[in-house]
């Protein structure tokens, strides 16, 4: 069974840049989309963004200006920068696996279990 | 982007009562539906894809239906881990969005 497991700092400066990985262990980082998705404490969830495993990107226009997705395969890992950030920020960081189907549409079968990056001076 | 909007935003039930919760997309989004089960400090858990295929796992009590604009996610009978949060999520076109929530309580 494939798992999940973000890390990172916790605390992040106003202006400073958020920098997070994503380990995947039990399964490839191949074949797959990878995922990053955040929720704000008592919020709903809020796509960030998305690498392929032939590198193509795909970012949320939100946040497309702060936001860098990279794969690591040899580390079988992900990464997130989200850059200049602000209280705004302050979430509740998950990263994902899609399945991009053939026919359409993309879902997210394995989650890790979440990365609280709070954003203060 | 495509709005999601999730109705009741919450909803009280029992042990063995069928639940169903609605989910509407604010345009046309096909089948390209997904259904996750979140519950507290955990992340998501995907039940249902493409509107109404059961994810390798998940309970057969869980059915989803629709397209178009309008989808339901239906609990047969509930069981006491089944109460949570639950989400849609779209995947017709990025930004990918889901939906604010529907949090099952028990009754």
């Known amino acids: 069974q494939v798992q999940l497991q973000e890390s990172g700092p916790g605390l992040v400066k106003p202006s400073e840049t958020l920098s997070l990985t994503c380990t995947v262990s039990?399964?490839?980082?191949?074949?797959?989309?990878w995922i990053w998705i955040r929720q704000p404490p008592g919020k709903g969830l809020e796509y960030i963004g998305y690498i392929s495993y032939s590198g193509t990107t795909n970012y949320n226009p939100s946040l497309r200006s702060r936001v860098t997705i990279s794969v690591d395969a040899s580390k079988n890992q992900f990464s997130l920068i989200l850059s200049s950030v602000t209280a705004a920020d302050t979430a509740l960081y998950y990263c994902?696996?899609?399945?991009?189907?053939?026919?359409?549409?993309?879902?997210?079968?394995?989650w890790g279990q979440g990365t609280l990056v709070t954003v203060s001076s | 982007d495509i709005q999601m909007t999730q109705s009741p935003s919450s909803l009280s039930a029992s042990v063995g009562d069928r639940v169903t919760l609605t989910c509407r997309a604010s345009?046309?989004?096909?089948?390209?539906l997904n259904w996750y089960q979140q519950k507290p400090g955990k992340g998501p858990k995907l039940l249902i894809y493409i509107a109404s295929t059961l994810q390798s796992g998940v309970p057969s009590r869980f059915s989803g239906s629709g397209s178009g604009t309008d989808f339901t996610l239906t609990i047969s009978s509930l069981q006491p881990e089944d109460f949570a949060t639950y989400y849609c999520q779209q995947s017709y076109s990025t930004p990918y969005t889901f939906g604010q929530g529907t949090k099952l309580e028990i009754k």
């Open positions: 345009q046309t989004i096909s089948r390209y």
């Open positions: 039990g399964g490839s980082i191949n074949n797959y989309y």
């Open positions: 994902a696996r899609g399945i991009m189907m053939v026919r359409g549409g993309q879902h997210f079968d394995q």
